[in-house]
């Protein structure tokens, strides 16, 4: 019996990520679940994501601490507020300052320690129109550094970073959880979690998640704390 | 007056770091200097780094927390035996998958958020052939990933990755530091310390460290617990 190839999946403990990694399993991948404690102000989501982690049957899931707000430049990481009024022009104050490069260089040290070939990342280009390390451009990009950066690369074991979502909407991608039968209920978007940790209802991504959910005919079994 | 622009300078603890970082400085810079904490075996070069950044007269020392132990498959954040009897064939055990990816995308995270537009890193090819994130290739696909993965990249303000060091031998770096005036006795090179905080004078870095000083002609102020 040949046995089954290990993927390494990023695991924000959203929505789409919990979508990737699934699609990675579909696929035939033994999971292994990264996940950034950065210091995020929505940390509630690492909770999450050790639920997808398990819903999905990683196995291993290992949450990485790193403090970004070493660094700072960031609503997520730093005192500044996140917006609630709705997406603006250009790249949101949301953005962390080259947080995907970051996130897929550990998943990309992690598959090489562990003898994957594949990264699974869960990002979108469509939704998040600002965010630079959302793109096809990046992946791509990402994928030539790997080969030149790793011993397995210069050995002639390249990797492949799978990033199924990329020209997916947020509808798009609740069907596709319905599809795979995925109870979203488990995974965390919201960026400012409103107190008793509820999704606060009007932070850019939960705005995308209620549209994804409304425009996909899937019924939201988020708890919002408003709605905008 | 012009203000002096930012730099983050990745520095390990040891020689060639600080000599890269000290060409930044000599070039106008203002350090931000960056090590991190990857629970590496040799992890008293930490110590070193920050003798280095205060030498170096850095604006800011971050040691980031970052272990590396979680994904395993090197001989320095593992129980495997860093090799004694010199330089072999292909790439060390020494090697840590993706490590300087992974640097230097904490560096391009600070350096967005800090408003720089340079890193400088102290690799270089020769010595260490086995390394592949040790090569021009690697570096200057890092700085293509950075063009497309930040916002200040997006918004035509690339980023530059500065390897002054790249096609110099180690003797070529214990020249320069010579020229520069370092004090090299506050840096550390072994990976694999001798009790009391010795370096151990017989894995390759010490071995690399000895001919160094040996083929400049430089007097070598390290303590060494024992010769090859």
Redesign the interface.
């Known amino acids: 019996m040949h046995e089954q190839p290990l993927a390494v999946a990023l695991v924000s403990g959203g929505l789409d990520s919990m979508v990737s990694a699934a699609l990675a399993r579909e696929a035939g991948y033994r999971l292994l679940a990264l996940s950034v404690d950065y210091n995020q102000r929505h940390r509630v989501e690492l909770a999450a994501a050790g639920r997808v982690a398990a819903a999905l049957g990683a196995e291993r899931h ?1 949450v ?5 707000r ?5 609503a997520l990481t730093d005192d500044i507020a996140v917006p609630k009024d709705g997406p603006g022009e250009g ?1 949101p104050v949301t ?8 996130f897929l ?2 998943a ?7 003898g994957a070939r594949d990264i699974w990342i869960g990002v979108h280009s469509l939704d998040y129109a600002g965010y ?2 959302c ?1 096809p ?2 992946v791509r ?2 994928e ?8 397995a ?2 050995e002639g074991r390249p990797f492949q970073v799978h990033a199924p979502l990329m020209t997916n909407t947020k509808a798009d991608n609740v069907r596709e959880a319905a599809r795979l039968g995925l109870d979203l209920s488990i995974t965390w978007s919201c960026y400012d979690p409103a107190p008793g940790d509820r999704h606060c209802g009007l932070c850019d991504t939960c705005r995308l998640r209620i549209d994804g959910f409304a425009e996909a005919g899937v019924p939201d079994p988020t708890d919002y704390a408003a709605r905008p």
């Open positions: 290992v990485m601490p790193l403090d970004l070493a660094f700072g430049g960031s790249i953005y962390v300052p080259a947080r995907n490069t970051i260089s550990l990309l040290g992690w598959a090489e320690a562990a630079p390390d793109r451009e990046f990009a990402f030539r550094l790997a080969e030149v950066a790793t011993k690369g210069v």
